[in-house]
Nanobody, 124 residues
Framework: VQLQASGGGLVQAGSSLKLSCVIS????????MGWFRQAPGKEREFIAT????????YYVDFVKGRFTVSRDNSKNTVYLQMNTLEPEDTAVYYC??????????????????WGQGTQVTVSS
């Protein structure tokens, strides 16, 4: 299975971006999906996770109300809608797939398959 993330770019503070992550080689319905990010000089951190059906989501506190994770299983794709972006959101964003957990995890170690990352840069 492979993940391909896209949709990053350079935007001004207050703008929106929608990231996409397409899974290939398997059915996305088998996987819990997560989004993580890594800012320059910092460790990679959890952003959001979504259940296999899409009916359950969980976010880290600092993106609640601004970011929305969703999925379209018919398109084998998971999304991260990011609104009201701030310069502090500048990072490489990664999607990841968890095949075996029953519920979404914030731990990177639970996600065994990772996309290549897409750069998001927010200017002030």
């Amino acid at each position: 299975v492979q993940l391909q993330a896209s949709g990053g770019g350079l935007v001004q503070a207050g703008s929106s971006l929608k990231l996409s992550c397409v899974i290939s080689g398997d059915f996305i319905t088998k996987y819990l999906m997560g989004w993580f990010r890594q800012a320059p000089g910092k460790e990679r951190e959890f952003i959001a996770t979504i259940s296999r059906s899409g009916g359950s989501t969980y976010y880290v506190d600092f993106v609640k109300g601004r970011f929305t994770v969703s999925r379209d299983n018919s398109k084998n794709t998971v999304y991260l809608q990011m609104n009201t972006l701030e310069p502090e959101d500048t990072a490489v964003y990664y999607c990841a797939a968890d095949r075996f957990s029953r519920t979404g995890s914030t731990s990177q170690s639970e996600y065994r398959t990772w996309g290549q990352g897409t750069q998001v840069t927010v200017s002030s």
